[in-house]
């Protein structure tokens, strides 16, 4: 007989984006004519840097050719990538990351969700909330979380509530922890931790023997000087943190997958009799077994990120869509509604007006504005009363949503 992995049946059905799909598709067909604008979507919608184009041309050239053919690559990544990572992204901050410290992947979706692989199930896991829905999901998975209980929480997650009553600073747990999970800029309250408040968490998790799981998709937007772009800026964080990095946000490499996790050498896990084992060794072991590397065209596309030019189009590109959240946040903010996020993130966390729920917020937006946004319960039962408008539009509709939001009573 079959035996299954029951965690998987306690996991309730994804119905966030299917329950807006179906919205907006009954919404159109009851109104051929109306011209919706979604503000909803989480994936970007410029297309890659022309260095990333280029350098995918020349190594599909490459691959006709057997002289330059590659087949298996290293599981790790190439050189060329994990060097230009580990130079741009790290020295260049001044941080001491090296080549074996890095592992390229097809993404930090399959990342932040496989890391549970290498760690004991007997962990106390946090997670901040609302967040990116992929670390409690895996977490069940995994059978981490216990049971779901009327309120929507799992009976054994820790959630660290993020809302605008503690200004989206979640507050450390009470009760010691083992694993924490952090996604900074945030998925979806489009805030940050500035170097001192991340401090107190890496702090934290030197005191308590804790893991930091550090999802930094978003770090490409971030403009302010006081927020940390990884998390090795604070000191000591390489003996506690685990950093998540992609390709998907930064340079639109959403279909075309790549992205990387650092794993630093001096981060230890322990046995139950208390050994220290090596996370970057288990990590190595995980990675070489279970993932055959991202194709050569794709690692040579995301090294082209870090060319001159390829820079230069990385930044013009989320400048654009930087550009597009402030429209939103300011023209939101002039109505009188509380903004957040949008400076350093493509992500406008909205609270609703007049105590509307938020499946209440998006259906008035969607019947009475036709534009589509996201409910900010579906990343966890603190995003309750609130509602994400993204930057990853068009200017022409973003502007012309701010337009239709100003009839917001
Ligand atoms: N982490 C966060 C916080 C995200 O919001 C997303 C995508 O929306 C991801 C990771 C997924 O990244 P990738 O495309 O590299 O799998």
């Known amino acids: 007989m079959i035996l299954i992995n029951e965690n998987y049946t306690k996991l309730p059905g994804s119905y966030l984006f299917s329950d807006i799909a179906r919205k907006v598709s009954e919404f159109k067909a009851a109104n051929p004519t109306a011209n919706i604008i979604r503000l909803g979507i989480g994936d970007v919608t410029k297309p890659l840097p022309q260095a990333s184009i280029d350098a995918m041309h020349k190594a599909v050239d490459e691959m006709a050719n057997a002289e330059t053919f590659r087949g298996y690559g290293p599981e790790?990544?190439?050189?060329?990538?994990?060097?230009?990572?580990?130079e741009n992204d790290y020295k260049a901050r001044g941080l001491d990351i090296s080549a074996d410290?890095?592992?390229?992947?097809?993404?930090?979706?399959?990342?932040?969700?496989?890391i549970g692989d290498i760690l004991g199930l007997d962990n106390i896991v946090a997670i901040t909330d609302p967040v990116y829905p992929v670390y409690v999901d895996t977490n069940v998975m995994a059978g981490h979380a216990g049971e779901l209980g009327s309120d929507n929480m799992w009976s054994k997650i820790i959630y660290l509530p993020?809302?605008?009553?503690?200004?989206?600073?979640?507050?450390?747990?009470?009760?010691?922890?083992?694993?924490?999970?952090?996604?900074?800029?945030?998925?979806?309250?489009?805030?940050?931790?500035?170097?001192?408040q991340l401090k107190v968490w890496v702090d934290y998790a030197i005191n308590n023997k804790?893991?930091?799981l550090f999802d930094s998709a978003y770090e490409a937007f971030i403009t302010e000087e006081d927020v940390p772009h990884s998390i090795y800026e604070i000191d000591g964080a390489e003996s506690v943190a685990i950093e998540f990095r992609s390709f998907s946000k930064t340079a639109g490499f959403t279909g075309t997958r790549c992205a990387y996790t650092v794993v630093p050498k001096k981060l230890v896990g322990y046995t139950k009799?208390?050994?220290?084992?090596?996370l970057n060794k288990l990590w190595n072991r995980r990675h070489t077994t279970k993932f055959n590397g991202v194709p050569y065209i794709i690692q040579r596309a995301a090294e082209a990120c870090y060319s001159p030019e390829g820079k230069q189009q990385v930044r013009d590109t989320i400048n654009y869509y930087l550009n597009n959240a402030k429209i939103i946040r300011e023209g939101l903010a002039v109505q009188g509604l509380k903004v957040y996020g949008g400076v350093n993130s493509p992500y406008i966390w909205v609270k609703t007006?007049?105590?509307?729920?938020?499946?209440?917020?998006?259906d008035y937006l969607?019947?009475?504005?036709n534009i589509v946004g996201t409910p900010g319960v579906g990343f966890g039962p603190n995003g309750e009363g609130y509602l994400r408008l993204t930057a990853f539009g068009t200017l022409e509709n973003t502007e012309e949503a701010v337009e239709r939001l100003k009839k917001i009573k």
């Not at 990544?77 to 230009?84: E, H, Q, T």
């Not at 979640?170 to 309250?189: H, Q, W």
Request: aromatic residues 10%; contains cysteine.
């Open 353 to 362: 007006p007049n105590n509307m729920t938020s499946w209440q917020f998006f």
């Open 210 to 212: 804790s893991l930091i």
């Open 162 to 196: 993020s809302t605008s009553e503690n200004d989206f600073v979640p507050e450390l747990p009470k009760n010691k922890v083992d694993i924490i999970y952090l996604c900074y800029p945030n998925n979806p309250t489009g805030t940050t931790l500035t170097k001192d």
């Open 273 to 278: 009799q208390g050994e220290a084992v090596s």
């Open 101 to 114: 410290e890095v592992f390229v992947s097809d993404g930090s979706k399959s990342d932040t969700g496989n």
């Open 366 to 369: 969607l019947h009475e504005l």
């Open 76 to 86: 790790q990544g190439y050189d060329f990538l994990v060097n230009a990572i580990v």
